[in-house]
């Protein structure tokens, strides 16, 4: 098993950024894929970005591709997301995930591993 601790959240003005991490204990970080998916209030939670486990492939969805970057650092366990140009449609809960197998990598049900969360509000 895996155990995920999202840091980074806040509260930020449009246009600005912010960097999630998320801190990974157990079994060896390598091992898994990662990713990130948000949720707010009365919708689904949503995929956002995921990384393969040596870091050489990335996925995101269409609303944050030039925005986001997922990535990760395998000997320090942690993965990361980059957020720049924060509009207020971002503010969400962000959640950090892993899976261990190479199912599909948009799907919730595919990651059995999930993180607390963080907020991230974007509000003038």
């Known amino acids: 098993q895996v155990q995920l601790v999202e840091s980074g959240g806040g509260l930020v003005q449009p246009g600005d950024s912010l960097r999630l991490s998320c801190t990974a204990s157990g079994r060896p970080f390598s091992s898994y894929h990662m990713g990130w998916f948000r949720q707010t209030p009365g919708l689904e939670r949503e995929f956002i970005a995921a990384?393969?486990?040596?870091?050489?492939?990335?996925y995101y969805t269409d609303s944050v591709k030039g925005r986001f970057t997922i990535s990760r650092d395998n000997a320090k366990n942690i993965v990361f997301l980059q957020m720049n140009s924060l509009k207020p449609e971002d503010t969400a809960v962000y959640y950090c995930s892993a899976r261990s197998d190479n199912s599909y990598y948009r799907t919730v049900g595919s990651y059995p591993y999930w993180g607390q969360g963080t907020q991230v509000t974007v509000s003038s």
């Open positions: 990384i393969t486990r040596s870091g050489s492939t990335t």
